[in-house]
């Protein structure tokens, strides 16, 4: 059996050829009121370019899930940003646009909200000619750099657009495709420091941590702590970093703005929701965010309700730039400065419902004392002054008011899409954070409040959270016990699936992710999975069933084909299989897994040029090494470049490599060298040494029978 692959390239060896992958998984107008600016904003925080004052540094460090609640108590008791936090101007509320990470940074660093730069998801990509904060800086000078924590904010989802530097961790091949690619708040602060600038160009810096995402395991927290101690002692680590940030500023003596605000929340059970993105409660809605220039900002707390969208308008008023007509936010630099601004009301919206349950997505319209959400078939309306954990629906009592923003919030129009939405393979990434079906096309419509399924959701997510944490037959005792309760659940079967995949039961895993497939046959991972757990299973003829079916579906996806060539060489087609993997090429894959399949598939048609060429590109790779340069040195020879295949003798001496296909090719070469006698010594040692491998060798190559060997 040949190696098949998954899309993170991670492997497992069974047996002496076979690889087997673990299981893939997840413009509003604003007045300010005539008055004579503050000095510091004349010298340059206000758009002037004067030369009396150099531009500030522009620092923008990104919580991602901090509430506002628990931020502000763990900030405020802190030794080192205590202080801080105090002298700093603070918003008395603050609004994510969206409570899920990718949606809320692109209308951080866009200004906008998502339904004007169209990204309603984790997974999808932002749109090229979205405005991006990095590219209008970089143009007025500034080095521009980003140091991300995760993988929801990868490089391939658009926001690297206009940084210099764009540092993020990068996927490496795991031993569970349930893990998630995180690195931790303080290797990045690391990384965040040695990227700040020597002082020569003002310097714009995004930090983004992640910690205080699911699962809570801040360092030094004990297994085992409450569910809301183990949240805070992830924001405490974070507060931590934060301090690191401040010190190294203050050091620096260079003038610097630092504004600090967190993405969305989280529910932490509140409205039955424990993690976020499936409703729009304050718990996920209401974030952190103050502002700290010292000597320019005083410290106080504005009783106005900022937003995400504000951020990149601010920051670019404070790097001297003109205002952008086309962007939802509001430059707040008058108020950080003293004076007056009136905020347009507060928009934030979730599609996740949606996308991921078919549940109608719900919006929201915060105005002042006053916040809505709806469905377009339900209103809830909350007074936050009196109600700010929005227990009491004022929908009935206030007809009036809630009809009036429940237009508003419909009339914000979609006008823009991202331009992709999420692939497979982001899918699988994704799943491993908690997220369900990411970005998973449906044809079905949306039908239901999404509080029908908040207590399913809550369970599923809590099963993901412990996934890793406990032992795995206590997480599988979880899971079965879930899907026996719920088996028309789709996504539960697929856990359970999953699961079993991972545990090598592969019978219950082929039995469980049938059964999620047909309860959701438009989710291709479920399927891809199934693929997987039947080719492991030597199931070869019914797994190209489902490769097919997913050709359709994914036609795109590169690892549909490397793993259908797999199964078809398997089964001894060979002629397709060579079509398969060379569309799986053409489409990117060139993981060792996919190289080595192509050579072997090459070598069996007689291709030898091409198996040549695809383990030239496979020496290259060191994860795993390159060891079979006997083998491409033999196929160098059989396509007639005894050039090449010295030259791979060599390498291979270089790096010791030993193997009787190495002394097979190195007689060849001498014998088409005519260094005979060094031929027929080295063919002797290697007949006497194999025999067998003598013997094929003498009918794969002829012309070894001119050089007389034995006594």
Request: glycine content about 8%; charged content about 20%.
């Amino acid at each position: 059996m040949l190696n098949t692959t998954c899309p993170c390239g991670s492997t497992r060896r069974n047996g002496t050829r076979a690889t087997i992958p673990p299981m893939s998984m997840f413009r509003l107008l604003f007045s300010v009121s005539a008055r004579i600016l503050p000095l510091a904003l004349v010298l340059g925080l206000g758009g002037c370019t004067g030369t009396t004052a150099p531009p500030p540094d522009l620092v923008l460090v990104s919580l991602d899930t901090v509430r506002a609640d628990v931020f502000s108590e763990v900030a405020q008791t802190d030794p080192v940003l205590g202080p801080v936090y105090a002298a700093s101007t603070r918003f008395q509320a603050a609004a994510t646009s969206a409570p899920l990470t990718l949606p809320a940074h692109a209308s951080l660093l866009s200004g906008l909200d998502p339904n004007h730069h169209g990204i309603h998801h984790n997974g999808q990509r932002l749109r090229t000619d979205a405005p991006l904060l990095a590219e209008r800086l970089r143009a007025r000078g500034y080095h521009t750099a980003a140091v991300v924590s995760a993988f929801p904010l990868d490089r391939q989802f658009g926001l690297s657009r206009g940084f210099d530097v764009y540092d993020q961790p990068e996927a490496t091949a795991s031993a569970s495709a349930l893990s998630l690619l995180e690195r931790r708040g303080d290797a990045s602060t690391d990384r965040a420091l040695a990227e700040l600038g020597d002082g020569t160009a003002p310097q714009f810096l995004w930090l983004h941590l992640f910690d205080a995402h699911a699962p809570y395991a801040a360092p030094g927290q004990a297994a085992g702590a409450p569910l809301r101690d183990a949240y805070r002692a992830e924001v405490g680590f974070v507060v931590q970093q934060l301090g690191r940030i401040v010190s190294a500023l203050q050091r620096r003596g260079r003038p610097f703005v630092l504004v600090v605000v967190g993405d969305h929340g989280e529910g932490l059970g509140d409205h039955d929701e424990l993690d976020h993105g499936l409703l729009l409660y304050d718990s996920t809605l209401l974030v952190p965010m103050f502002w700290y220039a010292p000597g320019r900002f005083d410290g106080k707390t504005v009783p106005q309700t900022a937003r995400l969208i504000d951020v990149a308008p601010t920051l670019a008023a404070l790097a001297g730039a003109d205002p952008d007509p086309g962007v939802d936010g509001v430059d707040l630099v008058p108020l950080l400065s003293g004076g007056t601004l009136q905020i347009p009301a507060a928009y934030a919206e979730t599609r996740y419902p949606e996308l991921a349950y078919r549940k109608l997505p719900l919006r929201s319209v915060r105005d002042g004392d006053w916040k809505l959400i709806a469905t377009r078939d339900e209103v809830e309306l909350y007074r936050w002054s009196s109600d700010s954990a929005e227990t009491h629906d004022l929908a009935t009592e206030q007809e009036s008011r809630a009809a009036a923003m429940q237009l508003d919030a419909w009339q914000r129009a979609d006008v823009t899409s991202s331009d992709a939405p999420a692939s497979p393979e982001v899918t699988r990434q994704l799943q491993g954070l908690g997220y369900v079906a990411a970005g998973e096309a449906s044809s079905a419509a949306p039908a239901g409040h999404p509080r029908g399924i908040a207590a399913s959701h809550r369970r599923l997510v809590a099963l993901q959270s412990i996934i890793g944490t406990l032992p795995a037959a206590q997480v599988l005792a979880e899971a079965e016990a879930f899907a026996a309760a719920e088996p028309g659940n789709a996504f539960v079967q697929e856990l359970l699936g999953s699961l079993l995949l991972e545990q090598g039961d592969l019978p219950r895993s082929i039995a469980a992710l049938e059964r999620a497939s047909a309860l959701n046959p438009d989710n291709s991972e479920t399927r891809y999975k199934y693929a997987e757990a039947l080719m492991r299973t030597n199931r070869h003829a019914d797994a190209i069933g489902q490769w097919q079916i997913l050709e359709v579906l994914e036609p795109q996806r590169a690892g549909v084909w490397t793993n259908e060539a797999a199964a078809l060489a398997s089964l001894g087609n060979w002629a397709d299989a060579w079509t398969a993997v060379q569309q799986g090429l053409s489409l990117g894959a060139n993981d060792a897994n996919t190289l080595d399949n192509a050579a072997l598939i090459a070598e069996r048609l007689r291709r030898w040029a091409d198996a040549a060429q695809l383990q030239q590109r496979r020496s290259l790779m060191t994860d795993p090494p390159f060891r079979e340069f006997g083998r491409l040195a033999l196929n160098q020879l059989r396509s007639g470049d005894a050039i090449s295949a010295q030259r791979t003798l060599d390498e291979a001496r270089a790096r010791q490599a030993s193997d009787p296909l190495l002394q097979l090719a190195e007689v060849l070469v001498q014998l088409r060298g005519k260094r005979t006698a060094e031929a027929r010594r080295n063919a002797e040692a290697l007949r006497a040494a194999m025999p067998q491998l003598w013997q094929m060798a003498l009918r794969e190559f002829p012309e070894l029978t001119t050089l007389p060997t034995g006594p």
